[in-house]
């Protein structure tokens, strides 16, 4: 039986970060890991590029129960904190659209430092490690069973994420360990995932896949004006990603194909200037050809031939009115297989803002995307993992001083 002043379970973005920070106080940490290699997410992240952080993070930027909640870490741990980091470790990055900072090269940087930052402060990290069993006696403290052997320590901190992407480590052992000690689970689901569709608008989506357009998605808990992806399933892209954070199934979204102009007063003025032209070829210098092409075969086919000037001004009113609404009804998503967040987690209502501490549980600490805490798309969830990392390792203990 090991034992060590902290036992981390999960070696991702918030692990490595609380490991790290633990360590340099003085700690002895013991990392534990399911995969082979620490990490993996964080190397697929942003196209393999890492969106590490964004230049703008603010409580309005993350989906929580407790909308103060994230407050406090933020504070102690900001994205100029990290930022500073990858600075002095010479990792050349970039800014992106709405303050996004990916790395230039490879998101393999972000997982160097951390690894280089828990080894230099002495982490004893074990890969490999299944979790058998976790007990809690009041005089000894957590007691883990893992295939690598017996651990035991005064204080647990629970890393290991949600269900997002099982093939790369998603799963409930976070939200299991939470029940055990009495805690409560806000109801999980996939976030930051696809749109899937099964009627007209699914085909039409798969025609088109591949194109990419800046759209303006929408229901009526949230607005997102960002580019769409049509994939052979439905759509993608960072506005259909952040609009299912607020998509609950069954319900419709909206999308505005021309969110910068107001299609009726155009196509009206059009109609006066370009009486002879057909509606496609107006459009063409707002819309893919493609889309066009879609959008014509099911909204005005008995009219592909006419000009303008044919078209009744209520015609023209109708089209216009679906070009900047056009509804939509999602059949679902792609679910937890391609989705980047896990919704919901663990409730936050009984956990220390400040620490990351169980209030009901004495020791037990949960961090980063195992909490009922959601980013939006663009580096907040790892800026989340981050600061709430940093909360939770400037809370704990030596051994000496658990009591």
């Given at each position: 039986?090991?034992?060590?002043?902290?036992?981390?379970?999960?070696?991702?973005?918030?692990?490595?970060?609380?490991?790290?920070?633990?360590?340099?106080?003085?700690?002895?940490?013991?990392?534990?890991?399911?995969?082979?290699?620490?990490?993996?997410?964080?190397?697929?992240?942003?196209?393999?590029?890492?969106?590490?952080?964004?230049?703008?993070?603010?409580?309005?930027?993350?989906?929580?129960?407790?909308?103060?909640?994230?407050?406090?870490?933020?504070?102690?741990?900001?994205?100029?904190?990290?930022?500073?980091?990858?600075?002095?470790?010479?990792?050349?990055?970039?800014?992106?659209?709405?303050?996004?900072?990916?790395?230039?090269?490879?998101?393999?940087?972000?997982?160097?430092?951390?690894?280089?930052?828990?080894?230099?402060?002495?982490?004893?990290?074990?890969?490999?490690?299944?979790?058998?069993?976790?007990?809690?006696?009041?005089?000894?403290?957590?007691?883990?069973?893992?295939?690598?052997?017996?651990?035991?320590?005064?204080?647990?901190?629970?890393?290991?994420?949600?269900?997002?992407?099982?093939?790369?480590?998603?799963?409930?052992?976070?939200?299991?360990?939470?029940?055990?000690?009495?805690?409560?689970?806000?109801p999980t689901r996939a976030g930051l995932v696809p749109f899937t569709f099964s009627d007209y608008a699914g085909q039409i989506f798969e025609s088109?896949?591949?194109?990419?357009?800046?759209?303006?998605?929408?229901?009526?808990?949230?607005?997102?004006?960002?580019?769409?992806?049509?994939?052979?399933?439905?759509?993608?892209?960072?506005?259909?990603?952040?609009?299912?954070?607020?998509?609950?199934?069954?319900?419709?979204?909206?999308?505005?194909?021309?969110?910068?102009?107001?299609?009726?007063?155009?196509?009206?003025?059009?109609?006066?200037?370009?009486?002879?032209?057909?509606?496609?070829?107006?459009?063409?210098?707002?819309?893919?050809?493609?889309?066009?092409?879609?959008?014509?075969?099911?909204?005005?086919?008995?009219?592909?031939?006419?000009?303008?000037?044919?078209?009744?001004?209520?015609?023209?009113?109708?089209?216009?009115?679906?070009?900047?609404h056009w509804v939509l009804k999602p059949s679902g998503t792609e679910g937890y297989r391609t989705a980047e967040v896990t919704l919901g987690g663990?409730?936050?209502?009984?956990?220390?803002?400040?620490?990351?501490?169980?209030?009901?549980?004495?020791?037990?600490?949960?961090?980063?995307?195992?909490?009922?805490?959601?980013?939006?798309?663009?580096?907040?969830?790892?800026?989340?993992?981050?600061?709430?990392?940093?909360?939770?390792?400037?809370?704990?203990?030596?051994?000496?001083?658990?009591?």
């Amino acid at each position: 039986m090991i034992n060590t002043d902290v036992i981390i379970i999960g070696a991702g973005a918030a692990g490595l970060m609380c490991a790290w920070q633990a360590a340099a106080r003085g700690l002895k940490v013991h990392l534990l890991e399911r995969a082979k290699r620490p990490g993996r997410k964080i190397l697929m992240s942003g196209g393999g590029r890492c969106n590490f952080t964004n230049l703008e993070v603010e409580a309005k930027h993350f989906i929580c129960n407790n909308p103060h909640f994230v407050k406090s870490a933020l504070s102690q741990y900001s994205n100029w904190d990290f930022i500073g980091k990858v600075i002095e470790y010479g990792i050349p990055y970039h800014e992106r659209d709405l303050g996004k900072l990916f790395c230039d090269d490879s998101a393999k940087d972000i997982l160097d430092l951390l690894l280089n930052e828990c080894e230099q402060a002495g982490v004893n990290l074990i890969n490999g490690c299944e979790i058998i069993e976790v007990k809690w006696r009041d005089d000894t403290g957590y007691m883990l069973s893992t295939n690598k052997g017996g651990l035991q320590s005064p204080q647990l901190v629970i890393a290991t994420g949600g269900m997002s992407i099982p093939s790369m480590g998603g799963g409930d052992l976070g939200y299991q360990i939470a029940k055990q000690f009495g805690l409560e689970i806000v109801p999980t689901r996939a976030g930051l995932v696809p749109f899937t569709f099964s009627d007209y608008a699914g085909q039409i989506f798969e025609s088109l896949s591949g194109i990419a357009l800046d759209v303006t998605l929408s229901n009526d808990r949230a607005s997102f004006s960002e580019a769409v992806l049509f994939t052979h399933r439905g759509l993608s892209g960072p506005a259909s990603l952040q609009l299912s954070n607020y998509w609950h199934s069954g319900e419709s979204i909206a999308m505005d194909l021309l969110p910068s102009l107001e299609a009726e007063p155009f196509l009206l003025a059009e109609k006066s200037k370009q009486g002879r032209a057909k509606l496609r070829n107006v459009l063409r210098e707002l819309l893919p050809k493609a889309l066009i092409k879609q959008l014509e075969l099911q909204w005005w086919p008995k009219e592909a031939e006419l000009a303008m000037a044919e078209f009744s001004n209520q015609r023209i009113q109708e089209i216009a009115s679906k070009l900047n609404h056009w509804v939509l009804k999602p059949s679902g998503t792609e679910g937890y297989r391609t989705a980047e967040v896990t919704l919901g987690g663990v409730d936050c209502q009984q956990i220390s803002s400040k620490t990351m501490e169980a209030q009901s549980q004495q020791g037990l600490y949960f961090i980063g995307e195992v909490l009922d805490v959601t980013g939006h798309l663009g580096g907040f969830n790892f800026q989340w993992a981050w600061s709430s990392a940093f909360a939770c390792a400037n809370a704990l203990k030596n051994s000496e001083t658990v009591n």
